[in-house]
Structure formats: C-alpha cells, structure tokens
C-alpha cells in the first residue's frame, strides 16, 4: 500500500480529504483508504469510481496539512456517513449514462 493525501475543492463549496491507495489495482475504481467531507460526513475505506472531472479540482497535499485540516473539520462535528447509500448514488448514476 502506498498513500498520497489529496485535497478536492469543488466549485460549489465542497471539498474533500482523501487518503488515496496509489497502488490499489483496479484502473476503473480508486481506493481512498478515508474520505473527509466539510460538510460533516465521514466515510472510511471506500472504493470511487475514477471522475476526471474531480481530477480538475484535486491537489496533492502534505500528511501534515491532512491531518491539521482533518483536525480542524472534526472540531465543527464530523460523523459517520452511510458508504451503502454512496454506492447506491453513484450505480444509479453510472446505470443512467448513455453508452
């Protein structure tokens, strides 16, 4: 296993932590070991999808900046989100394109 800390700042306003698995070996689908949300949500050890478009808004960061932001969004109360209901939006939206 070989991690990376990536920071994903959306245009909306959202912004992901990752901890990202660079060695996990499926192409179609990234591992991110945690995946940090500042809207107060937590998912941990989850399989996503490869989305160019996020690549567009994602930057490398330091373990050091990681932790800090990640200490930072659990102080304004991070809880445990439902990875079930993740999977189910994002078939959906996979089923939903057209081929």
């Known amino acids: ?18 901890i990202r698995d660079t060695e996990f070996t499926y192409p179609e ?37 990681f932790w800090q932001t990640f200490r930072e969004w659990r102080l304004h109360g991070i809880i445990l989100g439902d990875s079930g209901k993740v999977a189910e939006m994002l078939a959906r939206k996979r089923l939903s394109k057209k081929h």
Not at 2 to 18: E, Q
Not at 34 to 59: A, C, H, I
């Open 29 to 65: 689908l990234v591992h991110f070991v945690m995946v940090l949300s500042n809207k107060g949500t937590l998912w941990v050890d989850v399989f996503w999808p490869y989305d160019q478009e996020s690549e567009g808004y994602t930057r490398r960061i330091s373990e050091q900046q």
């Open 1 to 18: 296993m070989k991690l990376i800390y990536i920071r994903t700042d959306f245009p909306n306003g959202r912004a992901h932590i990752l």
